[in-house]
């Protein structure tokens, strides 16, 4: 379902909480220049996928893409940034429901003030659902690396960037730079709250080139035509022939994922659920799936961003499961929990994605002194 409308200025106070100007993509854009200059960017990433030095160590390597350009490159971080900022995410819920996936997304341009209605349950405007309230969450992208103090803008900075290094690398990050790195295959949280998609078991592929920033897409769907992570019962359809495979910096996988996040960016989700591909050709595209992923609450789980700037307050539930400290070992649990949820840093995974953080905000020149970085003590929202 697809339904746009253009609307005033009091329409958009009312129902979406005003257009702030100092969440602008001018201003998303200089709050990461501020925070991490692109000399430092590219210090901290020499070997990106398509820079001359991978293509100089990838040439003989059967996954190799001559034309490949700099996916991770610093103008496309920028770019990405600009352009989510320039979006507002809401999700509905009615409250009380008995049914799990009573609920509706729209999407807000805030330079054309169009509205548009990305997904609505069947049954949301039913007769008998019409007296039940309304919940509403919304998301302002342009938040990215805008809100809390100097010191907690480059605190998410770091902490997004070392989860990605993390999913796009393997054990760099522990100064073994020649060893055996690890991709993971891992299904991206539903940011709605679809129907379950069928169980993925956790498997890893083996990589000698373990570089943060090297991969853009999950290695064994590199050099085939394999179709894969396909669900045919979605409320974002597959197209017949597309792989839905992990793409991007943060994996984006399966249809359901695809078409959500291609209704967000786009306003329509027949964009990547028809072209998926369209993300491992386009590192502006990659970085915006995952700011989204990184921006976007998946009940009950919080979003990185809220608990990375202190704007997560964790409920009765989420204390019980150890879930209390407002640091970088949150973000892990609301990104892969249920594999690395209670590990130490002994833990392979999360002793790359911590080191990884401990490295960039080194570099950044921020203290972490007392932050809780591991999961050890808790489990999954």
């Keep these: ?20 100007p100092q969440f602008s993509p001018g201003n ?34 059967p996954y190799y893409k001559p034309g490949q350009v700099d996916y991770y490159s610093y103008s496309n971080l920028i770019s990405a940034v600009s352009g989510v900022a320039n979006i507002k995410y809401k999700l509905e819920n009615r409250q009380g429901s008995t049914s799990s996936w009573n609920n509706r997304v729209f999407r807000l341009d805030k330079t054309t003030k169009t509205e548009t209605l990305i997904y609505q349950d069947a049954d949301f405007n039913a007769s008998w659902n019409l007296t039940v309230p309304i919940i509403s969450q919304i998301v302002d992208f342009g938040t990215f690396i805008k809100e809390g103090t100097a010191v907690n803008r480059k605190r998410e ?19 073994n730079k020649s060893g055996w790195g690890v991709i993971r295959n891992r299904l991206v ?65 399966w249809n359901n994922n695809y078409g959500l996040f291609s209704g ?26 995952a700011i ?31 879930l209390t400290s407002a640091g970088y070992g949150v973000t892990i649990m609301i990104i892969n929990g249920g594999i690395e949820g209670n590990k130490d840093e002994t833990d392979y995974r999360v002793g790359h994605r911590v080191s990884h953080y ?24």
């Design 292 to 322: 989204l992923f990184w921006m976007t609450p998946q009940p009950p789980k919080p979003s990185a961003h809220d608990v990375i700037v202190g704007n997560w307050t964790p409920s009765e539930s989420d204390i019980s499961k150890g």
């Design 358 to 381: 401990r490295n960039i905000t080194r570099r950044m020149g921020v203290n972490i002194t007392g932050e809780k970085l591991n999961t050890l003590g808790m489990s999954p929202f």
């Design 28 to 61: 998303a854009m200089a709050a990461v220049q501020s925070a991490l200059p692109q000399t430092e960017y590219e210090a901290l990433f020499p070997m990106r996928i398509g820079t001359p030095a991978w293509h100089t160590f990838a040439a003989s390597k």
């Design 157 to 175: 900075l770091a902490a997004f960037l070392s989860n990605i290094a993390h999913e796009t690398s393997g054990s760099w990050a522990s100064g």
């Design 264 to 289: 967000i960016i786009y306003g329509n989700p027949n964009t990547l659920l028809q072209q998926p591909e369209l993300i491992i050709n386009d590192g502006k595209l990659g970085f915006m799936t």
């Design 1 to 20: 379902m697809k339904c746009t409308r253009v609307l005033t200025d009091s329409q958009i106070t009312s129902l979406w909480g005003g257009i702030d």
């Design 189 to 253: 949280s539903v940011l709605l709250a679809f129907r379950p998609l069928k169980s993925m078991s956790p498997n890893t592929e083996e990589s000698q080139d373990s570089t943060p920033l090297y991969w853009n897409e999950e290695i064994p769907y590199i050099t085939n035509t394999k179709i894969a992570y396909v669900d045919t019962h979605a409320e974002f359809l597959p197209v017949p022939g597309k792989s839905y495979h992990g793409r991007g910096p943060i994996q984006l996988s």
